[in-house]
């Protein structure tokens, strides 16, 4: 793994969780990326309990969100495959069956991988519009399908109006990823180490956690095993956390052309 320390600021905050309360500590900036995103990492502790979170945060006014699709008899490296699409990041996006099929919606680049699905697990939709919006959005809202550019079905659903949802599970333990946005233009990609989903949808709540912004959406995609996160500064990698095996799709960040 590198991480290249380039700049450490000082972040505090409190919010409730499933023991008592998370409270944020020592941030790094691990660096500053295109499209004026950044990639950084932040520690948080709950009494004995200690949780680090990595991410990438970045503006829609500079950057997007699109889908890499990795099938197995085309598989390409992680790596590769964001150098390949012009990408700065990305993690690890939606579930998928033991033969790689995908499980939910999943468009890329305007076509659709795999058909909506209705499932209480699938809660929630990234999707990107052909004109260049972004959303998260509840499964039941999404409506017509016609005209996305980019999407991925996922869940359960994290935080929604800026509160954690109240019935994630408390016990299972697993690393977590989970994109989330201020639903006003700043998006973060973020991975955890080993938490509930209790847990996490708490710390997602926290001010600042992603920026100086806070987190109003946030829908959980794939973890465990598959969760994954590279981001690159000119080209090399100052963030690189493997998946402990492939996975069938990434949702990667893209600077918009100029």
Not at 197 to 218: E, F, M, N, S, Y
């Amino acid at each position: 793994m590198l991480r290249w320390l380039i700049r450490t600021i000082v972040c505090l905050g409190v919010v409730a969780s499933s023991r008592g309360e998370w409270m944020l500590g020592e941030r790094r900036e691990l660096g500053r990326l295109a499209a004026g995103a950044v990639a950084w990492e932040v520690e948080a502790r709950d009494g004995s309990m200690r949780a680090i979170i990595t991410g990438v945060s970045f503006s829609s006014a500079n950057a997007t969100l699109r889908v890499l699709d990795n099938p197995p008899d085309a598989r390409t490296g992680f790596l590769d495959l964001l150098r390949g699409a012009g990408a700065i990041a990305g993690v690890n996006a939606s579930y998928f069956h033991e033969d790689y099929r995908p499980l939910g919606l999943v468009v890329s680049e305007g076509k659709t991988i795999h058909a909506f699905e209705t499932a209480k697990l699938l809660s929630g939709v990234f999707a990107a519009r052909g004109h260049g919006s972004m959303e998260l959005v509840r499964s039941f809202a999404l409506g017509k399908t016609d005209g996305l550019r980019e999407a991925v079905q996922a869940g359960p659903w994290l935080v929604e109006n800026g509160v954690a949802g109240a019935t994630l599970n408390a016990e299972k333990l697993a690393r977590r990823t989970a994109v989330a946005t201020n639903g006003k233009g700043e998006w973060a990609l973020v991975i955890f180490s080993p938490l509930t989903l209790a847990q996490t949808g708490a710390l997602l709540t926290v001010p600042h956690l992603a920026g100086d912004w806070k987190i109003q959406r946030a829908l959980n995609l794939d973890g465990g095993s598959s969760t994954s996160l590279i981001a690159l500064e000119n080209g090399a990698p100052v963030v690189q956390i493997p998946s402990f095996g492939p996975v069938r799709n990434y949702l990667a960040i893209v600077p918009r052309a100029r």
